[in-house]
């Protein structure tokens, strides 16, 4: 924490990298993609977690690459969009199967490229410019004793900000505090009701051989049964994150892999019979507590 707080150096801070990125899209076109990333890489390590301008704040404008990925997304449904159109103005009286299923491939294609580029595009700018009302804010909002009363936008993430700053530790790119932790959502620590990490390896076949990718993730299971996850870089992180909630929370379930969807399919006499002892185990634990200090 203590390296954290040292100023990092001045390097496109926004909104100056927001000007610059959009600078390189006019004169380079999807040329500026590799460009932007290179800076986007160099600002991230001068500013790994966004100490200066607040880690909540700084969580919602990593957003911003996501833009990126909207355009390619959208220049790949224009592309598919090209060759639907095209193999529709042939000749049907010599079509073949094959150009049928490529009709079929190329409009649907273009359909799903198109409907997730204008998703992400509007998601990654709506959290970047907006972050009042970025899926973050809502996070911490949802958590609070009364939602419809909550502070400023502003005033939210000083709440987590302040907690990370005095109590922090950071595992990958979540960190832990006394009350919050900060992921890719907020979670209130008081509220985390189970714990699990998913570590799977997925193959799948490819025209070269069999490929894999590693799924890493912690998944957090509130006391209103809703679970946020975080996508992790490295097992060793993931698994630290774990025990570590699991002493704050002694008192939460553990579990691997697929287990949070059985723990999420619970009915309501389950959770509620999951909730009172969750309960008595806590009330067991304070007045251990309590008793060790006589």
């Known amino acids: 924490m203590e390296q954290e707080k040292k100023k990092s150096p001045h390097f496109l801070h926004w909104p100056w990298n927001v000007v610059v990125y959009i600078l390189?899209?006019?004169?380079?076109?999807?040329?500026?993609?590799?460009?932007?990333?290179?800076?986007?890489?160099?600002?991230?390590k001068n500013n790994p977690h966004g100490v200066e301008e607040g880690y909540c704040l700084s969580r919602t404008r990593k957003r911003l690459p996501e833009f990126l990925i909207a355009l390619l997304l959208l220049f790949v449904s224009m592309a598919l969009g090209a060759l639907f159109?095209?193999?529709?103005?042939?000749?049907k009286d010599d079509w073949e199967m094959m150009d049928y299923v490529t009709l079929v491939i190329a409009g649907g294609g273009a359909l799903l490229a198109g409907i997730g580029g204008i998703y992400e595009a509007f998601v990654s700018v709506r959290d970047s410019f907006f972050p009042a009302k970025s899926s973050l804010a809502k996070?911490?909002?949802?958590?609070?004793?009364?939602?419809?009363?909550?502070?400023?936008?502003?005033?939210?993430?000083?709440?987590?900000?302040?907690?990370?700053?005095?109590?922090?530790?950071?595992?990958?790119?979540?960190?832990i505090g006394q009350e919050w932790?900060?992921?890719?959502a907020a979670s209130r620590i008081d509220r985390i009701r189970a714990i699990f990490t998913v570590d799977e390896i997925h193959q799948h076949r490819t025209q070269t051989g069999i490929k894999s990718n590693r799924t890493l993730q912690l998944v957090l299971v509130d006391d209103r049964f809703q679970a946020a996850i975080t996508t992790f870089r490295k097992p060793?992180?993931?698994?630290?994150?774990?025990?570590?909630?699991?002493?704050?929370?002694?008192?939460?379930?553990?579990?691997?892999?697929?287990?949070?969807?059985?723990?999420?399919?619970?009915n309501e006499l389950e959770r509620e019979t999951y909730e009172r002892e969750f309960q008595h185990k806590e009330a067991m634990r304070a007045s251990a507590r309590a008793m060790r200090r006589f």
């Open 181 to 184: 932790v900060l992921g890719d």
């Open 236 to 266: 060793k992180e993931l698994q630290a994150a774990a025990d570590c909630l699991s002493f704050r929370v002694p008192s939460a379930f553990r579990g691997i892999n697929g287990d949070y969807l059985k723990f999420l399919s619970k």
């Open 139 to 175: 996070s911490i909002r949802k958590q609070l004793p009364h939602p419809e009363e909550a502070p400023p936008v502003e005033e939210l993430f000083a709440m987590v900000d302040n907690d990370l700053k005095a109590n922090g530790e950071w595992f990958d790119t979540v960190c």
């Open 24 to 44: 390189l899209c006019l004169v380079l076109r999807l040329f500026a993609i590799p460009v932007i990333l290179i800076i986007m890489a160099i600002q991230k």
């Open 85 to 91: 159109f095209h193999e529709i103005r042939q000749p």
